[in-house]
């Protein structure tokens, strides 16, 4: 056999078994997308079948949840979109997407609940949004204004108790939190148009 | 010349065939005509590729609904996807090759997987070789040089490591799996604020459905152009 072609066999071999054995080591847990050489270090999650099937998931929820509001049956359109929030996401590093659509979920269901008169269970689904959609967004704007809408029909239904006291305390949170969520969509608007909205 | 295709112009309907061979012409080769053949039979089983190619972008045929739903599942990540019939064809054929008895088998030409399972099922479980062939094997292969015998152990050792290397890779990695493709050169997940008008707020209530076919019809495309450069297609 011709030394260059023994040469070139023992080089393939060498590359060929570098690259297995340095790909199999790094990431086991394979998380990332396909296409993505697992070996690379400081991955970011990119968009994958993974964030693609709970974007799926979430949006047939929240259809599914619609046709429940039609029918005029909150409890039931809150029982889906609770298991949306219970269910599986995509391994962690969370992407963005799903942190959004879950506060927006958290959001909605504290409005459906509110309207059945939970209020202290919508209030515990706000702040569970609020501890996701950390970042100002229209997403968190919109958590702070349910919860101003939340706050309000809770005075709404004590005034109709007759809890005078209750009902303005309630109203002026409401109030506080509508103020919450101009602060918020103003600094979006803000950051977004950059010098020129100022 | 030998192996080229030679054209010649028929006449129409209703014209006389033109039987004479022009005089500048070489005769046709035995060769020319087995290939000449095996082209018409080709064609007239549909498989020939150039006739096939041109067919099929004057005229595509419709894909048929199980076909299309196993591409567009593959696409999208199942790796359960059902196989599409342009596989299950070379499959069932390889599988019917498989199952002939080995004379029959061997009989079969042209089939390029027949020949790799052939291969695979020598290297594997090796037929019996007859202790006289053996012996002649091994008297032949001592009464070489002790160099020659060392440069080939080495080559046979150096491409036993490649195909194993080769086989490694190929097995390491899944169909959607190519190496090689940069993280940078893919679509990162990120804010969904950018689908949405950044100076107007969401309603104070409703619009999540709309909001959540938004994200999910930009994401899906996202997918999809990652989909294809992990593939390598631009």
Request: charged content about 30%; overall charge negative.
């Given at each position: 056999?011709?030394?260059?072609?023994?040469?070139?066999?023992?080089?393939?071999?060498?590359?060929?078994?570098?690259?297995?054995?340095g790909c199999a080591q790094a990431n086991p847990?394979?998380?990332?997308?396909?296409?993505?050489?697992?070996?690379?270090?400081?991955?970011?999650?990119?968009?994958?079948?993974?964030?693609?099937?709970?974007?799926?998931?979430?949006?047939?929820?929240?259809?599914?949840?619609?046709?429940?509001?039609?029918?005029?049956?909150?409890?039931?359109?809150?029982?889906?979109?609770?298991?949306?929030?219970?269910?599986?996401?995509?391994?962690?590093?969370?992407?963005?997407?799903?942190?959004?659509?879950?506060?927006?979920?958290?959001?909605?269901?504290?409005?459906?609940?509110?309207?059945?008169?939970?209020?202290?269970?919508?209030?515990?689904?706000?702040?569970?949004?609020?501890?996701?959609?950390?970042?100002?967004?229209?997403?968190?704007?919109?958590?702070?204004?349910?919860?101003?809408?939340?706050?309000?029909?809770?005075?709404?239904?004590?005034?109709?108790?007759?809890?005078?006291?209750?009902?303005?305390?309630?109203?002026?949170?409401?109030?506080?939190?509508?103020?919450?969520?101009?602060?918020?969509?103003?600094?979006?608007?803000?950051?977004?148009?950059?010098?020129?909205?100022? | 010349?030998?192996?080229?295709?030679?054209?010649?112009?028929?006449?129409?309907?209703?014209?006389?065939?033109?039987?004479?061979?022009?005089?500048?012409?070489?005769?046709?080769?035995?060769?020319?005509?087995?290939?000449?053949?095996?082209?018409?039979?080709?064609?007239?089983?549909?498989?020939?590729?150039?006739?096939?190619?041109?067919?099929?972008?004057?005229?595509?045929?419709?894909?048929?609904?199980?076909?299309?739903?196993?591409?567009?599942?593959?696409?999208?990540?199942?790796?359960?996807?059902?196989?599409?019939?342009?596989?299950?064809?070379?499959?069932?054929?390889?599988?019917?090759?498989?199952?002939?008895?080995?004379?029959?088998?061997?009989?079969?030409?042209?089939?390029?997987?027949?020949?790799?399972?052939?291969?695979?099922?020598?290297?594997?479980?090796?037929?019996?070789?007859?202790?006289?062939?053996?012996?002649?094997?091994?008297?032949?292969?001592?009464?070489?040089?002790?160099?020659?015998?060392?440069?080939?152990?080495?080559?046979?050792?150096?491409?036993?490591?490649?195909?194993?290397?080769?086989?490694?890779?190929?097995?390491?990695?899944?169909?959607?799996?190519?190496?090689?493709?940069?993280?940078?050169?893919?679509i990162q997940a990120r804010s969904t604020m950018?689908?949405?008008?950044?100076?107007?707020?969401?309603?104070?209530?409703?619009?999540?459905?709309?909001?959540?076919?938004?994200?999910?019809?930009?994401?899906?495309?996202?997918?999809?152009?990652?989909?294809?450069?992990?593939?390598?297609?631009?």
């Open positions: 056999m011709r030394r260059g072609t023994l040469a070139l066999l023992l080089a393939l071999a060498a590359a060929g078994c570098g690259q297995v054995h847990g394979d998380s990332q997308p396909a296409g993505l050489c697992p070996c690379e270090p400081g991955s970011a999650p990119v968009v994958d079948p993974k964030l693609m099937a709970f974007l799926s998931k979430a949006r047939s929820a929240h259809h599914e949840a619609d046709l429940a509001e039609q029918a005029d049956d909150r409890a039931r359109a809150i029982d889906v979109l609770q298991r949306l929030i219970e269910g599986p996401r995509p391994p962690p590093p969370s992407a963005p997407e799903v942190i959004e659509v879950l506060a927006d979920t958290y959001a909605r269901i504290a409005d459906l609940r509110s309207a059945l008169g939970e209020f202290d269970r919508a209030g515990r689904d706000l702040d569970e949004g609020l501890k996701l959609a950390v970042t100002p967004t229209h997403f968190r704007g919109h958590l702070f204004e349910v919860r101003g809408l939340v706050l309000e029909r809770t005075a709404k239904a004590l005034a109709e108790k007759g809890d005078a006291p209750g009902a303005e305390k309630a109203k002026q949170a409401a109030i506080q939190a509508f103020q919450q969520a101009i602060e918020i969509q103003d600094e979006v608007i803000t950051r977004a148009l950059g010098d020129g909205g100022m | 010349m030998k192996g080229d295709r030679k054209l010649r112009l028929v006449p129409g309907e209703g014209q006389p065939e033109a039987t004479a061979w022009p005089d500048d012409e070489a005769p046709i080769t035995e060769a020319e005509r087995l290939e000449a053949e095996r082209t018409r039979e080709a064609l007239e089983r549909g498989d020939e590729p150039v006739s096939s190619s041109l067919r099929a972008a004057h005229h595509p045929p419709r894909l048929p609904e199980d076909d299309h739903e196993a591409l567009l599942a593959r696409a999208l990540g199942d790796p359960l996807a059902k196989p599409t019939r342009a596989e299950e064809a070379p499959a069932a054929e390889l599988r019917d090759a498989l199952d002939r008895p080995r004379p029959a088998r061997d009989a079969v030409e042209g089939h390029e997987l027949v020949e790799l399972a052939r291969t695979l099922q020598a290297a594997w479980k090796p037929a019996v070789l007859p202790p006289l062939h053996n012996e002649a094997l091994i008297a032949k292969a001592l009464a070489r040089g002790k160099r020659r015998r060392t440069g080939e152990i080495a080559g046979v050792v150096a491409g036993v490591l490649a195909l194993a290397a080769v086989i490694a890779l190929s097995l390491g990695r899944g169909p959607d799996r190519p190496v090689g493709v940069a993280q940078a050169s893919l950018d689908l949405f008008d950044v100076s107007q707020p969401f309603p104070r209530q409703g619009g999540e459905s709309s909001r959540i076919d938004r994200i999910a019809s930009a994401r899906s495309a996202d997918l999809r152009a990652n989909r294809y450069t992990s593939w390598g297609v631009r």
